[in-house]
């Protein structure tokens, strides 16, 4: 599965470039490069969700049953890298919206046993679908940014 998510909640303190107590980045991922993924998602007809709230983890271990029936409760997909990279950008003031690749169910959502091998595969297989987004959006800016 592949997502485009519309928040995200990141309950442990990540990283941060700005030295000054003062500056306050207001989080929020970018409309216009979220409308971009999905509209290139449709282009290459794939299926991609349009929102969604990601819930960063601490990695690299996966997440337990009980951490997942929590995150359940609020959010939609998790992983242990995407909010950092937007509080980032953020305050690099780079437009951001993430694409992800949702590569397995979460550690008791399913009756069959968690694997790596099975993670592995659908991680490959979302690629190839990443990859032919990826291509496209940056072919449809290309040719809407006009001469530089």
């Known amino acids: 599965m592949l997502v485009v998510p519309d928040d995200y909640i990141m309950p442990v303190g990540g990283p941060t470039i700005v030295r000054e107590k003062s500056v306050h980045i207001v989080p929020v991922l970018n409309a216009e490069v979220r409308r971009k993924w999905l509209a290139a998602a449709r282009d290459c007809d794939l299926d991609c969700v349009d929102g969604g709230i990601y819930w960063q983890t601490v990695g690299p271990r996966f997440e337990t049953r009980a951490e997942i029936a929590m995150i359940a409760q609020f959010a939609d997909l998790v992983g242990m890298t995407m909010a950092s990279e937007a509080v980032i950008a953020q305050e690099l003031e780079i437009p951001f919206a993430p694409l992800c690749s949702v590569d397995n169910y979460a550690h008791g959502l399913e009756d069959k046993e968690l694997t790596l091998e099975k993670i ?13 987004i990826l291509t496209r959006y940056i072919e449809t800016d290309n040719r809407t940014a006009g001469p530089v």
Not at 127 to 132: P, Q, S
Request: aromatic share 8%; proline share 0%; charged share 25%.
């Open 120 to 132: 592995l595969w659908h991680a490959r297989h979302n690629a190839e679908a990443i990859l032919r």
